[in-house]
């Protein structure tokens, strides 16, 4: 009876042993679901339950049992002290930490991180999963919103503040407009643009206007910091002799999302932004450049190059005629892409420019006399920001980085057995690259951090006849 009684107690003591180990573990040991070491904006309404708000941390994965968590409110008698707000929760995280956080991190503002490249339809995106306001209203303000004169092109463009905004990271206060939040961005896109800036940029007969134009280009052309001054050299080049720049990224923005395999069909969809059709530059940005890219076309290569292709690695490789062109997109890709045999469909997607090149004066005022005189007014005004955030002290959470995305690789249009498409291209853009034609509608401050650099899709050019 004894020895029952006492094998009845060691498995008491080692129950409650678990129970407790149990407990422990999901008070002080960090939710191991999380998959990355970003953070994640949970908003806290007026009259939630403690069981309310243990459903929606395990719908975001922030705790492993709501059981638990409900347990833990209760043992630290914090059930009812839970407070309203926006809150930056870690995705690994211990219940204590979380607790913590919920009774006193509340925020003021957000911590946002805008990669480059990104377009304003990216930028939406990205501030309605931070639960700062919905995308559909940003992208409506978007439309009408020109904080600086100099961001009006002189033909309709959907968004006039695409490539202004300023690729960062940002603390947004909680309950932003959309207003104030393109203000703060557009804001920082100004304070690159100092008078220095400003004179380099009339001093290339370059509207501001055309300088992040072409900066947006090569922004979405290039995937290695190395490659961006030649890029913007070689577009140079073209736009001053009159050739098309036969630009992929262009013509993603056309369609709304980076495609795998461009077609000749969509090099001649009809539209001022699809660079295949249209000679010059695109009526406005196709996304916002950072600064490595606007320092590119500031400090661009003075070079003979007219075509480049990027190989599986994001390399790009440049030539001075197409039949060097072709001969590196063959080396690269081998009978995946264009060879002598099938050169005839490459040249559907435009002619042979090197004759034009040799038999045309260059025109190195890339902007119309209108418009540089234009920007004139605007080229000894300092940089005004005045906008600075402030945040209830929390637990510091890391700036959330978008996942890396394979680079893409582009070559010379080429023609398969039933197929109509260039090999290879582009592979996919970051997420949701909004379908911007232009439209008849004329579309009449923070302290930030440099945003940590991303990979992301590198749109280029195909071969045939292009830069690429």
Same mark, same amino acid.
């Given at each position: 009876?004894?020895?029952?009684?006492?094998?009845?107690?060691?498995? @008491?003591?080692?129950?409650?042993?678990?129970? *407790?180990?149990?407990?422990?573990?999901?008070?002080?040991?960090?939710?191991?679901?999380?998959?990355?070491? =970003?953070?994640?904006?949970?908003?806290?309404? &007026?009259?939630?339950?403690?069981?309310?708000?243990?459903?929606?941390?395990?719908?975001?994965?922030?705790?492993?049992?709501?059981? =638990?968590?409900?347990?833990?409110? %209760?043992?630290?008698?914090?059930?009812?002290?839970?407070?309203?707000?926006?809150?930056?929760?870690?995705?690994?995280?211990?219940?204590?930490?979380?607790?913590?956080?919920?009774?006193?991190?509340?925020?003021?503002?957000?911590?946002?991180?805008?990669?480059?490249?990104?377009?304003?339809?990216?930028?939406?995106?990205?501030?309605?999963?931070?639960?700062?306001?919905?995308?559909?209203?940003?992208?409506?303000?978007?439309?009408?919103?020109?904080?600086?004169?100099?961001?009006?092109?002189?033909?309709?463009?959907?968004?006039?503040?695409?490539?202004?905004?300023?690729?960062?990271?940002?603390?947004?206060?909680?309950?932003?407009?959309?207003?104030?939040?393109?203000?703060?961005?557009?804001?920082?896109?100004?304070?690159?643009?100092?008078?220095?800036?400003?004179?380099? @940029?009339? *001093?290339?007969?370059?509207?501001?206007?055309?300088?992040?134009?072409?900066?947006?280009?090569?922004?979405?052309?290039?995937?290695?910091?190395?490659?961006?001054?030649?890029?913007? +050299?070689?577009? &140079?080049?073209?736009?001053?002799? !009159?050739?098309?720049?036969?630009?992929?990224?262009?013509?993603?923005?056309?369609?709304?999302?980076?495609?795998?395999?461009?077609?000749? +069909?969509?090099?001649?969809?009809?539209?001022?932004?699809?660079?295949?059709?249209?000679? !010059?530059?695109?009526?406005?940005?196709?996304?916002?450049?950072?600064?490595?890219?606007?320092?590119?076309?500031?400090?661009?290569?003075?070079?003979?190059?007219?075509?480049?292709?990027?190989? &599986?690695?994001?390399?790009?490789?440049?030539? &001075?005629?197409?039949?060097?062109?072709?001969?590196?997109?063959?080396?690269?890709? +081998?009978?995946?892409?264009?060879?002598?045999?099938?050169?005839?469909?490459?040249?559907?997607?435009?002619?042979?420019?090197?004759?034009?090149?040799?038999?045309?004066?260059?025109?190195?005022?890339?902007?119309?006399?209108?418009?540089?005189?234009?920007?004139?007014? %605007?080229?000894?005004?300092?940089?005004?920001?005045?906008?600075?955030?402030?945040?209830?002290?929390?637990?510091?959470?890391?700036?959330?980085?978008?996942?890396?995305?394979?680079?893409?690789?582009?070559?010379?249009?080429?023609?398969?057995?039933?197929?109509?498409?260039?090999?290879?291209?582009?592979?996919?853009?970051?997420?949701?690259?909004?379908?911007?034609?232009?439209?008849?509608?004329?579309?009449?401050?923070?302290?930030?951090?440099?945003?940590?650099?991303?990979?992301?899709?590198?749109?280029?050019?195909? !071969?045939?006849?292009?830069?690429?």
């Amino acid at each position: 009876m004894r020895k029952a009684l006492r094998y009845i107690l060691i498995l @008491i003591i080692v129950g409650v042993l678990i129970i *407790a180990g149990g407990l422990g573990a999901i008070y002080l040991v960090p939710n191991t679901f999380a998959q990355d070491d =970003g953070s994640q904006v949970l908003v806290i309404e &007026k009259g939630q339950t403690g069981s309310e708000i243990a459903d929606m941390l395990y719908e975001r994965g922030l705790i492993r049992s709501t059981q =638990g968590f409900k347990l833990w409110l %209760y043992l630290s008698g914090t059930n009812d002290k839970l407070q309203t707000g926006h809150y930056q929760i870690p995705n690994k995280v211990t219940v204590r930490e979380l607790i913590s956080l919920l009774q006193e991190g509340h925020v003021e503002s957000i911590r946002v991180t805008i990669p480059e490249g990104y377009t304003v339809g990216d930028i939406a995106i990205v501030l309605e999963k931070n639960q700062i306001m919905k995308a559909k209203d940003f992208l409506a303000e978007a439309k009408t919103f020109v904080p600086y004169p100099y961001m009006k092109g002189t033909r309709p463009a959907t968004y006039p503040v695409e490539g202004f905004l300023f690729p960062s990271t940002y603390e947004i206060p909680v309950g932003a407009t959309p207003r104030e939040v393109i203000q703060m961005m557009a804001d920082e896109m100004n304070r690159y643009l100092t008078p220095a800036v400003k004179k380099q @940029i009339q *001093a290339q007969h370059m509207s501001i206007h055309d300088f992040v134009t072409l900066a947006s280009i090569v922004e979405r052309e290039s995937l290695f910091d190395a490659d961006r001054p030649t890029i913007a +050299g070689v577009f &140079k080049k073209r736009l001053a002799h !009159g050739i098309p720049l036969q630009s992929d990224a262009t013509i993603s923005y056309v369609l709304g999302y980076a495609k795998e395999d461009v077609t000749i +069909g969509d090099t001649q969809l009809q539209s001022p932004y699809n660079t295949y059709v249209s000679k !010059g530059l695109p009526p406005g940005p196709i996304a916002n450049p950072g600064k490595k890219a606007l320092d590119a076309v500031l400090h661009s290569e003075d070079t003979d190059y007219l075509y480049f292709v990027a190989d &599986k690695d994001g390399h790009n490789h440049f030539s &001075k005629t197409y039949e060097e062109h072709l001969a590196a997109v063959h080396k690269i890709y +081998g009978n995946d892409t264009a060879t002598s045999s099938n050169t005839g469909a490459a040249v559907q997607a435009g002619p042979n420019y090197d004759v034009a090149v040799a038999t045309t004066e260059p025109n190195y005022n890339y902007s119309s006399e209108e418009a540089v005189e234009a920007d004139s007014q %605007y080229v000894d005004v300092e940089p005004t920001y005045k906008y600075t955030p402030t945040t209830v002290p929390a637990a510091e959470i890391p700036a959330p980085t978008p996942a890396p995305q394979a680079p893409a690789q582009s070559a010379p249009a080429t023609q398969s057995s039933g197929s109509n498409s260039y090999v290879p291209t582009t592979t996919p853009a970051p997420e949701s690259m909004q379908n911007v034609v232009p439209s008849t509608q004329q579309a009449p401050r923070i302290e930030v951090k440099p945003a940590e650099s991303v990979d992301r899709s590198t749109l280029v050019i195909p !071969g045939s006849n292009s830069t690429k």
